[in-house]
């Protein structure tokens, strides 16, 4: 893992093509030009997985590949018989790619700020006021003023635990089932689920992906604010039972794997 993180090209592979689509959609995507915009503007559209899927489609994707790779390598059974205790196995295997859930949603924070600022987006929250692009996409409508800071903060933290559950999926998936293509699979169910959401909706499916839970809407912000459970309470609890069930598979699943 030390030699992958310090490797320039593995982020450059990432960092490009997310600054071009970005900057691309901002500059070809008629909503932006319907008023002043504000860097709020751009981190509601882009972390929305409904209205921009392709940032959070792609990082899922990237960096579920590399974490499949390195999890497998930790779970290989010459290294698992190296440990006398599954708790020490769980914790050096989450360990194997925690950086990964931490470094790409600060990339994709700077990048969409980057983009902001090239486009000449106001730094304060601006939704409320005549002439900007909230006001034009929901005109008549009483719209909420967010800090900059806060949907930011809010956005990363969300991609963050976003990426940390896939690591815990791919955990749990790589131990009990120990097929990688079976663990690229329970990943990528969950991707293309979010992705034709609407077609499920009006097909009256209430099928969900457990990412449904951990995007930030962006019509939703604009008209209600931002939710405290929605939007923070319900991911964390998410969170958390992923880090019980993975760590009870862990601990209660092929202990005899280890040295005894």
Partial sequence: MKKLLKNPLFYVMYFIPQLIMTHAVSTFNKTFSNGQT???DYYLHFYDWDSYDFLCMYEVIYVSFFMVMLVRRELMSNRVVLYDSTTKLWVNTIKSSALFTIIFPVMNCVIIGIVAAMKNAVFTCNWSK???MAAAIIPYYELHEINTFIVAGLSVFLDIIRLQVTLFIVCIASWLVRKTIVVFLVVYINIIIVNIQPLLAYCDMNVKSIYNY???????????GISVFDNVVLPVIIWAVCVAVSYLTFRFYRKDMLKN
Avoid: E, Q
């Avoid at 951990?214 to 209600?224: A, C, D, F, R």
């Fill in 214 to 224: 951990m995007i930030v809407s962006k019509m939703g912000t604009y008209l209600k």
């Fill in 38 to 40: 504000c860097f709020a």
């Fill in 130 to 132: 005549t002439g900007s």
